[in-house]
């Protein structure tokens, strides 16, 4: 993707997102992997805190997965003395409650899985700038455009296929053939969930609203009453071979795969530069209205910090981390090999576009 120059917030009326449920927890596996984390904190942090911020709270809006999350907050809180007080819900949730709160929101920092929700907030100017020394941790063209908010992981939409009834030499090229009648009663669809937004407005920024109007009713057709609520859920139908294929982000697959060893799917992308191959780019952003700026500012610097990034490279989040020079410690395909559609996080925008045309499909 490229630098874009800022784009003017527009004052609009809000976006209202569609509920959703709250973010993967993890098993076992998941559990285990929290101590590893832990135990990286621990090492990282040393015995005893070293800030000067004891006494002082902050407010959390997490949509991000909980238990790295809370990896992240029980490091920072023993590196500065700030507390952290942490609610977890999904983002969808999050967003519609701090604008509803507006400038009594308690919150003093939101942690999102989509930039496009973060998009939304700042285009309601309820998002602070962010300290030029935070947004310098992360290239420029992961964070807002305006510098209301900054980039701290990523992942990519990918295809997953039943092994079984699915070669790879059959997968197709683009996200546009799923909506061909090839694909009838083949295709599963969590087009409710948060990470299916960015592929549509993708899919609207390459090729326009009525392509993707149809797109939408074509794959509404082929995925008929195979419309699961989350992404987890679609993959375990497609490894059980109700369906053959599905669009997902590629951390659930690798997430099931840990927690469930052997599985009868495997997960393939999109063509090079295809809008169904899509950068998902996770931040997080401080509330206009706090009351505690510094210490919220802090702790959105301490996420893009080696620190933090090793944290999240270290979790089973499986994304890849984006703040100085960290790369992933999981089985992720190098970062700089992925090959998605080249538009910006301005170009992608807040969502309302592609919640809209899901809304008129009967889909959200």
């Known amino acids: 993707m490229e630098d874009s120059a800022p784009d003017p917030a527009q004052d609009r009326a809000p976006t209202r997102w569609p509920f959703r449920r709250q973010r993967w927890r993890g098993g076992l596996a998941g559990a285990a992997a929290g101590l590893v984390v832990l135990a990286l904190v621990g090492a990282a ?38 507390n952290v007080k942490v609610r977890n819900d999904s983002e969808s949730v999050l967003v519609n409650q701090i604008e509803t709160e507006g400038s009594a929101s308690p919150a003093d920092v939101i942690y999102a899985e989509n930039s496009l929700s973060l998009e939304q907030l700042q285009s309601q100017h309820l998002l602070a700038a962010i300290d030029p020394t935070t947004l310098a941790a992360v290239p420029a063209r992961y964070s807002s455009p305006t510098g209301h908010w900054v980039g701290v992981s990523a992942r990519v939409s990918v295809m997953v296929y039943n092994t079984g009834r699915l ?46 109007t149809a797109w939408l009713a074509g794959v509404k057709n082929n995925a008929g009453g195979n419309v699961y609520p989350d992404n987890e859920t679609l993959t375990s139908e497609v490894d059980k071979g109700q369906v053959e294929i599905g669009i997902i982000n590629q951390y659930y697959w690798y997430r099931i795969r840990a927690e469930d060893g052997a599985s009868s799917t ?17 931040g997080a952003g401080v509330l206009a209205s706090t009351k505690e700026s ?37 089985p992720l395909p190098p970062f700089d090999s992925l090959q998605p559609a080249s538009l910006t996080i301005g170009e992608l925008g807040n969502g309302a576009a592609a919640i809209a045309l899901l809304q008129q499909a009967g889909l959200a």
């Open 45 to 82: 942090c040393g015995s005893s805190g070293s800030g000067t911020g004891r006494g002082t709270t902050i407010t959390l809006y997490n949509g991000q997965h909980e238990q790295t999350t809370a990896a992240l907050v029980q490091a920072f809180e023993k590196q500065t003395g700030i």
């Open 266 to 282: 495997a997960i393939a992308a999109f063509a090079p530069g295809d809008p169904g191959y899509v950068l998902d780019v996770s």
């Open 167 to 212: 070669k790879p030499a059959q997968l197709p090229p683009s996200v546009m053939d799923l909506a061909l009648p090839a694909w009838k009663g083949k295709l599963g669809l969590a087009q409710g969930e948060v990470d299916f937004f960015p592929i549509v407005a993708s899919i609207i920024h390459a090729h326009g609203e009525a392509a993707a």
């Open 294 to 330: 510094a210490a919220a500012q802090r702790f959105v610097a301490f996420l893009v910090s080696r620190q933090g990034q090793e944290i999240l490279a270290h979790s089973d989040s499986f994304e890849y981390p984006l703040g100085s020079g960290v790369t992933t410690a999981k």
